[in-house]
């Protein structure tokens, strides 16, 4: 019983159209934005570094390339991470709910950044960095801490076994979402910030966060890359993977790492932005199947192409430069994405 | 039979699951060529037995040599390369292609870039044809029925292509021609020198394909050896504690076991009455 898939439902095509979407949406992107500039001008001045067209203003040039380009971009590398991470997950765990903020990472990162926020003025004076910059260490040094912490209490008889880790996850969340609420509650004139932190939004960034984002984004990629065979085995349960040649543990281990690593450093960047990790995997596999090759390539872009229109969603939907978090943005297409989810299952 | 070459070798192993003692001081040697029939109860430790000599339980003392290496130092693509398991009850991505599936059976030979070459798609294909599942190819797993995916994840497990294969239960999910029909790929491959070790509820099938047969009762070997020797009514009635009859196979004068007394309707198609405990007395 063969099928003859349709053109544009076969994988390779798939993959080849969310890929052109991805570069397509890039300049698209640069369009909209509060300063109002004419699409010709941002034309222009994207086209100018690669040596096309009218030369444009140094103010155009700045707002449309070190503003809005270098935000979408951060946008794509988020969200396809987030995605990518999501794909990985829910493959080790066997849990189509797990997403990349299941082992506790969001918890961590917006303990880390609570703290800063309300008490790490002192601290940035003495180390001589940004309020920014202290916020996004201190995420990513809470998500690495929490994601150590669900992985000791996940590890049991020297192996990490699927439930343990879960459950370590949310042992960790639960704690951590209680010091949250209670620097809330010691420093009430920071809880605005720290809840503007907490849902995520990608304001103020650019090309100065991409040192940070590819340094976790990158090693993390390529554990994940290393094993994404492994990924399609695992789907034979932990036993038969075993019998099939896999080294379950260390596999496990290698892409938990990738993952949240990945996971931390957009936390560390963007705040926790939800349910990217969820929706853009299961919309590919849809469309992908379940081998775990081409929805890990097709869920970094995918992924990208989501959270970067969310992004522009939240930064002109309610004009005048009045920002919603996009964390809020991917929750209000995410949440009804996810009870379908639940309610098909 | 080579009597110098082993394929596998259990020492006088012991396991346990916590506290409960399953497994007492059993000992196996399988050479090439041989299929090794485990019997027993449910219960008697068969599939625990399997799961020691597949590497997937240690045993509590005694150890388990796959090709005079003990299996417990080797690393799992090691192990794949010279043995592979069917489980009783095989796990999969639901989605997942039955032609895809099968090639899961390949991991262990995969660069790690993790691509198939042609050799092994090709290897998936004839184990696939092997299995009689060429069909199925393109099906996903969750629209296959139970034997079906029960054919295909024999074929996964061939795909390994390893001198060993231990088999949990193959012909629990499949109706008797199917059965027959994989017991028949079974006794090419061990023409061919494969070693093989199954599980079996069914004696008599096992008597028809085994070499040998190993009776397991509460964790001890009860009997160990060729079918013609061992298939014996004592063996039988001590190893399943109900009486069996043990007559000739009409065809090739295999030895195959019979049921002794049952409550069934009696022979002369008249209905027994039914006595108010619904109980059965034996004679």
Redesign the interface.
């Known amino acids: 019983m063969q099928h003859a898939s349709p053109f544009f439902r076969r994988p390779a095509v798939v993959l080849l159209c969310v890929f052109l979407l991805c570069l397509i949406s890039l300049p698209l992107s640069c369009l909209p934005g509060p300063a109002g500039i004419a699409a010709g001008d941002v034309w222009a001045a994207l086209a100018a570094p690669l040596g096309f067209g009218d030369p444009v203003s140094s103010e155009t040039s700045l707002i449309v390339l070190d503003i809005r380009l270098s935000r979408a971009c951060m946008a794509l590398l988020c969200g396809g991470a987030l995605a990518t991470a999501g794909v990985a997950l829910q493959g080790v765990l066997r849990n189509p709910l797990a997403d990349p903020f299941t082992l506790g990472i969001s918890a961590g990162a917006a303990c880390g950044a609570s703290v800063m926020i309300a008490f790490g003025a002192p601290l940035a004076v003495l180390l001589g960095v940004s309020a920014a910059g202290l916020i996004s260490g201190g995420a990513l040094l809470g998500a690495l801490l929490a994601l150590g912490g669900a992985l000791w209490l996940g590890r049991s008889g020297g192996t990490f076994s699927r439930e343990s880790i879960i459950l370590g996850g949310i042992a960790v969340a639960a704690f951590l979402g209680a010091v949250v609420a209670l620097v809330k509650a010691l420093n009430e004139e920071s809880v605005t910030s720290i809840v503007f932190w907490i849902m995520g939004s990608l304001q103020g960034r650019g090309w100065n966060d991409l040192p940070l984002l590819l340094a976790t984004l990158l090693p993390g990629l390529c554990c994940i890359a290393c094993c994404w065979r492994a990924l399609d085995v695992l789907g034979l349960g932990d036993e038969q993977a075993a019998q099939t040649g896999l080294a379950v543990g260390r596999a496990r281990l290698l892409l938990l790492l990738g993952a949240s690593s990945m996971t931390a450093g957009c936390v560390a960047v963007a705040g926790v932005i939800g349910f990217v990790g969820l929706v853009a995997p299961h919309v590919l596999r849809l469309r992908l199947g379940v081998g775990h090759g081409p929805l890990l390539f097709g869920a970094f872009f995918g992924g990208g192409l989501l959270l970067l229109w969310a992004d522009v969603a939240a930064r002109s939907l309610l004009g005048g430069g009045v920002e919603i978090p996009v964390g809020v943005v991917t929750a209000l297409i995410g949440g009804p994405f996810f009870a379908f989810l639940v309610k098909r299952r | 039979m080579a009597q110098e070459e082993v394929v596998l070798e259990a020492l006088d192993v012991h396991a346990a699951y916590g506290t409960h003692a399953v497994l007492h001081g059993v000992s196996l040697r399988v050479a090439p060529g041989e299929t090794v029939a485990l019997l027993g109860c449910n219960g008697s430790g068969k599939t625990t037995l399997l799961r020691l000599l597949?590497?997937?339980h240690a045993p509590a003392s005694g150890q388990v040599l796959l090709f005079g290496q003990p299996l417990s130092r080797m690393?799992?693509?090691e192990?794949?390369?010279r043995?592979?398991?069917l489980?009783q009850r095989?796990?999969?991505?639901?989605?997942?292609?039955a032609r895809?599936f099968v090639l899961?059976?390949r991991?262990?030979r995969?660069p790690?870039w993790?691509m198939y070459s042609a050799a092994d798609r090709a290897a998936a294909a004839a184990a696939l044809e092997e299995v009689g599942a060429s069909?199925l190819?393109?099906?996903p797993m969750r629209e296959l029925s139970g034997g079906e995916a029960q054919r295909v994840a024999l074929a996964r497990t061939l795909a390994?292509e390893t001198p060993l294969l231990l088999l949990d239960e193959l012909s629990a999910a499949l109706d008797a021609a199917r059965a027959v029909a994989l017991f028949d790929v079974l006794e090419r491959r061990r023409r061919r020198g494969a070693a093989i070790v199954m599980a079996i509820h069914d004696c008599s099938l096992a008597a028809l394909y085994a070499t040998r047969l190993v009776g397991l009762r509460e964790g001890v070997v009860l009997f160990d050896g060729p079918v013609t020797r061992v298939f014996t009514e004592e063996n039988l009635a001590a190893l399943y504690g109900t009486p069996l009859r043990v007559v000739a196979h009409p065809d090739n004068g295999q030895p195959q076991a019979l049921v002794a007394q049952t409550c069934g309707p009696p022979a002369d198609g008249s209905f027994a009455p039914v006595s108010r405990s619904g109980g059965c007395v034996r004679s």
């Open positions: 597949s590497g997937l690393r799992p693509r192990r794949a390369h043995l592979a398991v489980a095989p796990l999969f991505l639901p989605g997942m292609l895809d899961l059976g991991y262990s995969l790690w993790g069909g190819a393109q099906r390994q």
